[in-house]
C-alpha cells in the first residue's frame, strides 16, 4: 500500500520560512503528477503548486517568488519551501500524488493527512 506522509507544519511569524515535506512510502512505478493544496479554515482547497510527469511546475499567483515546490527522486519525497510567509498562508497543507503503485500496478490519486501552518506574530 502508498501512505503519503507529510511533515515540516508549525507556526511561524510573518515573514519566516518553513520547509513541508511529503514522502510517499511503498512500491511506486512512477509519478504523473505531485502536488501541494491547502486549505484554510472557512475556504475551498486550493492548489498551491505542482509538478507534472513533462517536468512543469506550476504555482498559484499569490505563493509565487515566494515558495518553491522540488523533489528527491531517490527518496520519494517532495518538498515545500515557503519564505516570506504571510498571514493568509495560514491553512492545512496537503500532498497530492497522481502514481502507479505496484502493489496493484494502478494508477490513482493519494492524499496525505495535511499538516498545519500558522502564519502569526
Known amino acids: 500500500q502508498v501512505q503519503l506522509v507529510e511533515s515540516g507544519g508549525g507556526l511561524v511569524q510573518p515573514g519566516g520560512s518553513l520547509r513541508l515535506s511529503c514522502a510517499a512510502s511503498g512500491t511506486i512505478w512512477g509519478f504523473y503528477a505531485w502536488a501541494w493544496y491547502r486549505q484554510a479554515p472557512g475556504k475551498q482547497r486550493e492548489l498551491v503548486a505542482q509538478?507534472?510527469?513533462?517536468?512543469?511546475?506550476n504555482y498559484a499567483e499569490s505563493v509565487k517568488g515566494r515558495f518553491a515546490f522540488s523533489r528527491d527522486t531517490t527518496k520519494n519525497t517532495v518538498y515545500l519551501q515557503m519564505n516570506n510567509l504571510e498571514s493568509d498562508d495560514t491553512a492545512d497543507y496537503y500532498c497530492?500524488?497522481?502514481?502507479?503503485?505496484?502493489?496493484?500496478?494502478?494508477?490513482?490519486?493519494?492524499w496525505g493527512q495535511g499538516t498545519q501552518v500558522t502564519v502569526a506574530s
Open positions: 509538478w507534472l510527469g513533462d517536468g512543469t511546475t
Open positions: 497530492y500524488a497522481d502514481l502507479r503503485a505496484a502493489h496493484d500496478n494502478t494508477r490513482r490519486a493519494y
